[in-house]
């Protein structure tokens, strides 16, 4: 079938992209879904740093390359050996698909699939290609390829969630929550008279906020460069916000830290905030050649641990219900980290928006695409 998407044409393209349009919005060739793979009417599609880190050339991909990985939509086909979701069914994207047969699988969200991470980094489904343009082919984007009006994705990059969860709500559900969120759930695991500080306040900052407000964390900071996202911070529970030089001149430390910014300087930050004892966790994804400086001694002599955390140590399937219950309740406010709703072929500009900090969450909406 024909459908509409965003593809990258090529990486590392100047800023700003609103001029040097590294992304076309055109017609895309989607075969039909594989045996095991579901075809999905794209409702909303968040903008993360993992798309602009592609973009920008930080994290190498294959190009052309449909881009999109946070992303819910609504099931209109199953493959033959789907047989327990089908038409209708509203589903949220996890960007890191589980086979759960690899060793990977089985250490509880720790790793990341072997077979679903080889997929990834070869830009295909963990069965194949589905995606072509002119007759050559176009590589997915982690399993999804969300920035599109339909998508096609192996069953397990699917979790199927209630007609109640809006689209919107959904897809933010599917990287953004389960990543900044997760650090919290999976890996602090924080008790409410612990402190936890948030190092780095995008998307994934902020759900690692709000999931610490939910969990009853009693004291929850803020950290950033930018004053807007401090305040943002506050409005949405944080206890208390500083930039990273206030931080360093008052001392304040704290026993759980997650650093969610994905560039070495605030994993120094996050490491130097971290209590004795406590445990530096790092979520962020800087370029590969980035270097940070810490000291080995103190992690010696203050016991610490630091800890990566991919996809927030995620099982999606696991992880995603509880997050929309949470939302059900009125715990986890997901629609106030969007900060904008835009098109599709908004896409160049959203892209100089998320690389200037000026954006937490934009998603795309399809009905106005």
Known sequence: MKIVGAVLEKSGRPRPYARSRPITVGEVELADPGPTELLVKIEAAGVCHSDLSVVDGNRPRPTPMLLGHEAAGVVIGAGTAVDDIGPGQR???????????????????????????????????????????????????????????????????????????????????????????????????????????????GGVGMAAVITARALQVSRVIAVDTEESKLGQAAALGATETYSPAQLAELGIKARHVIDCAGHPRAFETAFGATQPGGNTITVGLPAATALAAVSPLTITAEARTVVGSYLGSAIPARDIPRYAQLWREGKLPVDRLISSRIRLDQINEAMDRLADGRAIRQVILFDEA
């Open 91 to 201: 589903v949220v994207m996890s960007f890191l698909p589980r086979c759960g047969r690899c060793h990977e699988c089985g250490q509880g969200g720790r790793l990341p699939c072997s077979a679903g991470s080889a997929a990834n980094t070869a830009g295909t489904l963990l069965g194949g290609r589905r995606l072509t343009r002119a007759g050559r082919p176009v590589h997915h984007h982690l399993g999804v390829s969300g920035f599109a009006t339909y998508a096609v994705v192996d069953r397990a990059s699917a979790v199927p969630v209630g007609p109640d969860i809006p689209a919107e709500v959904a897809a933010v559900l599917g990287c953004a929550v389960l990543t900044g969120g997760g650090a919290v759930l999976n890996v602090a695991k924080p008790a409410p008279t612990d402190s936890l500080m948030v190092v780095g306040l």
